[in-house]
């Protein structure tokens, strides 16, 4: 009998924190989503799915969502295909390609409240770095982080700086994993190198490419440092992401009852979002055995 | 005509080329560090005076000791290493233990656990910090270390790797210990988790990483300096100081949280970039 447990044990204290804190959290959030939960309503008052209702009607809540594919598409096309470039010209040096490696890479190993920081200084109006070098060339100077039409696009720079050289590690370990011999199979039969590139290096990193597209996705829905330090959501919402709106209506508005809402529209994105991919895309990836 | 095709075939055999632009995107991308150490060692008057110099005129120490004075980064220092060590320790148990089950043992329903464990990555800690607070508060952790921790100490991610690592562990050696008397836990801990260390280090580098750059569940979790880290206090001293942001001050004390880490980083590169590259995807 205890030797049919054992294995078990063995997952136990595992199990115990990934229910505790990962599990249970996600159904208390379904269940808290359908109550009213905040300061008017101070002990929670089961209202069905008033909570979903009054976001869908919410102008803000469309404002947001928006804000956040914009931000999630756009970091993950122009970062994944700028490190794809930059991993293939690294994997061709020889010579500084360790200082390449340090120089792209070392943003993530700095935290993003950290960079956010460094970057909300550079874009400072007037004396930042950014308009400091604008002015120098004859150019009138931008607003970068005030003005409603650009501030995302400044989000989304610092989103891509923070995690292109992460991407493009991984992207090396794929390059690197491809045998010689196919190359060199590739380039005996005359195939030039954008050839080379479609029929022989792209197909075969597509396990690599799936996957941090799957993490990029992942990765760009949770943020939130770089709002939190440089714009606080602002101006007229328009750098509002869905984590910063999480936070905003839980812990600054106490309203936790749409708080868990929104936590449970996220989580339910998610997982539809990433199990479609995998059946779309994910059985056409080429996965070496 | 001649001429320039063979400076072109030269350009391309030597990947002269490639050179030009990873050499002027690494100098782009590192234009926010060397903005930082640039400010950090300027004096506020010549920050606000109408030139910019990437080298201060005169090199000032005083931005580190006064940022020192305005937050308790000792404090902050002492927290988020505790942190980040009890964390990795704790996970360090319950991944190996998970991952030596998965890896080795045969029982009913393993596939379907471990695809429980794994889903665990579509969750990230931060889109369910609501309930996880509710949680900690009714727990009375709120503004203790532990708080912050606790989310983090079983990884789906660790279990992963290890049991990768743990599976390619041939299974002779394990017999062997077995002769010797070795079994179960024993059998973990001797033969296991020394045979994995590359994988270890592994983890942890990138769990280090994570939890000391880690801001918003410590931010949302933590009041007073007692638990605060690093990160944190970083952001606290920005807020305190809005009305008249001193960027001086402000970059000393970005420096001063970055500073363990980007040496580690620049000192140990090739173990670190190993370690991202092969503990995401490997298997």
Redesign the interface.
């Known amino acids: 009998m205890l030797k049919?447990l054992?294995?078990?044990l063995?997952?136990l204290?595992?199990?115990?924190?990934?229910i505790?804190?990962?599990?249970?959290?996600?159904f208390?959030?379904i269940y808290?989503s359908f109550f009213k939960w905040n300061t008017s309503y101070p002990s929670k008052v089961f209202t069905g799915f008033s909570n979903y209702i009054d976001l869908f009607k919410n102008p803000d809540f469309w404002k947001v969502l928006k804000n956040s594919v914009i931000y999630s598409l756009s970091t993950i096309v122009i970062s994944m295909s700028l490190a794809l470039f930059?991993a293939i010209?690294?994997n061709?040096?020889l010579?500084?390609s360790?200082?390449?490696?340090?120089?792209?890479?070392?943003?993530?190993?700095?935290?993003?409240?950290?960079?956010a920081?460094?970057?909300k200084?550079?874009y400072?109006p007037d004396?930042g770095?950014l308009d400091?070098f604008l002015g120098k060339l004859g150019f009138p100077n931008i607003n970068w982080l005030n003005n409603a039409k650009i501030a995302l696009w400044s989000i989304i720079a610092v989103g891509i700086?923070k995690y292109?050289?992460?991407y493009m590690?991984?992207f090396?370990?794929?390059l690197q994993n491809i045998p010689k011999s196919l190359i060199d199979a590739a380039i005996v039969e005359g195939a030039n190198g954008r050839q080379r590139f479609s029929y022989v290096i792209f197909p075969m990193i597509s396990s690599?490419t799936f996957?941090i597209f799957i993490?990029n996705i992942?990765n760009s829905?949770?943020a939130?440092?770089q709002v939190?330090?440089m714009t606080q959501g602002g101006p007229a919402n328009s750098t509002n992401l869905i984590?910063y709106y999480?936070?905003e209506q839980?812990?600054r508005f106490w309203n936790?009852g749409i708080?868990?809402t929104l936590?449970t529209i996220?989580?339910i994105f998610?997982?539809v979002l990433?199990s479609f991919i995998f059946r779309s895309i994910g059985r056409r990836v080429y996965y070496e055995v | 005509m001649k001429f320039k095709y063979s400076v072109l075939k030269r350009l391309v055999k030597h990947n002269i080329l490639s050179h030009i632009l990873l050499f002027v995107i690494s100098i782009l991308v590192l234009i926010p560090l060397f903005l930082m150490v640039s400010t950090a060692f300027k004096s506020l008057p010549e920050l606000l005076s109408t030139d910019f110099h990437w080298i201060p005129k005169k090199i000032i120490f005083t931005n580190f000791r006064d940022a020192m004075e305005v937050a308790p980064f000792g404090r902050y220092y002492m927290n988020t290493i505790i942190l980040v060590i009890s964390i990795l320790a704790v996970q360090l148990v319950t991944i190996s233990l998970a991952s030596y089950a998965f890896a080795r043992l045969k029982f009913p329903g393993r596939d379907i656990i471990f695809l429980f464990f794994l889903l665990q990555l579509m969750i990230p800690p931060q889109s369910i910090v609501v309930p996880n607070y509710i949680t900690i508060a009714s727990l009375k952790l709120l503004d203790t270390k532990l708080a912050i921790g606790v989310v983090y100490f079983a990884s789906a991610f660790g279990t992963f790797l290890l049991r990768q690592a743990f599976r390619a562990i041939p299974r002779d050696i394990e017999d062997a210990a077995k002769i010797d008397g070795c079994e179960g836990l024993k059998t973990v801990f001797h033969v296991f988790i020394p045979l994995a260390k590359p994988s270890f280090i592994a983890f942890a580098l990138v769990s280090v990483t994570y939890h000391w750059n880690e801001f918003f569940w410590p931010l949302i979790v933590t009041d007073t300096v007692r638990a605060r880290t690093l990160t944190v206090g970083l952001a606290m001293l920005t807020q305190a100081t809005e009305s008249t942001p001193e960027w001086t001050l402000t970059m000393a004390a970005t420096i001063i949280v970055v500073f363990p880490l980007l040496t580690i980083f620049v000192i140990f590169q090739r173990r670190f970039i190993q370690s991202f590259m092969h503990s995401g995807i490997k298997g």
């Open positions: 049919k054992k294995p078990y063995y997952l204290p595992a199990l115990f924190f990934l505790i804190f990962t599990y249970y959290p996600v208390r959030a808290l930059l010209q690294v061709k040096v010579f500084m360790s200082f390449y490696k340090v120089a792209l890479f070392y943003p993530t190993v700095i935290p993003m409240a950290a960079a920081l460094i970057w200084w550079m400072i004396y770095l400091f700086w292109i050289g992460y590690i991984l090396l370990a794929g690599y996957f993490i992942i829905l949770q939130i440092d939190y330090i984590v999480i936070y839980a812990f936790r708080g868990a936590t996220l989580i998610l997982l990433v």
